[in-house]
């Protein structure tokens, strides 16, 4: 009840007042709100600064840079479930990410959606939005009183950067079926920074999970050797 961001919350304090992260932090979503057309919101329902869909993989970044700018080169990292590679990995595997299915990894149907390889492309990053472990916990910032994104169970998204990653996990599970449309025109209109994405959508009576993927996704696939 103590924390910055609960103080700011009950209207105790202001951001120009609390430790210049919070200001940074504030900022950083700023701009990814701007970037995802306003699909990403750090505002809850209830109109209070929410930014930890955000902080996760940007602590993590930028622990992951502090590793690098201690001349540490050669490694993966793995921030809850979200991974980044770093370019000089050197592991026989290092390179290839597998996606869950979207069930909870207690469920008897857990496992592998799938494994893609991203060796030979300029993505780093994976990050995956769902309901499989924590429900409807994601808002759809457009909806009337932005209510849960419920449309899709689950969608990953490939990137340059762990954040990037993440933000569009974030906002492309709120965009539902609209996702890999918008994605897709964004990486049109954004070819130095596009990202791909594939949407799993909820199962059918028959247990089906239909899929949809951006056009540049089929590229990652792993291959057999």
Known sequence: PNSPLSRLSRGETSVAELDPVVN????????????????FS????????????????????????????A?????????????????????????????????????????????????????????????????????????ALKAPANELAQLSVVARDLVTADIWATAGFAMGERAIGLIDAHNRANPNGSIQAIAVYPADENGHNRLEATEGFLELFARPN
């Open 24 to 39: 940074q932090v504030w900022d950083e979503c700023e701009r990814y709100e701007k970037l995802t057309g306003g699909w």
């Open 71 to 143: 001349g540490i080169l050669d490694f993966t990292m793995n921030a809850g479930g979200d991974i980044w590679i770093s370019d000089q990995a050197t592991g026989e595997h290092d390179f290839k990410i597998a996606i869950s299915k979207p069930v909870s990894i207690a469920s008897e149907q857990a496992g592998f959606l799938t494994v893609l390889d991203l060796k030979n492309s300029p993505y780093r990053a994976l990050a995956t939005s769902g309901t499989a472990e924590r429900g409807e916990h994601i808002w759809n910032p457009k909806a």
């Open 42 to 69: 750090p505002f809850t329902p209830e109109n209070t600064f929410d930014p930890s869909g955000l902080v996760k993989t940007w602590a993590a970044a930028r622990a992951a840079n502090l590793l690098v700018e």
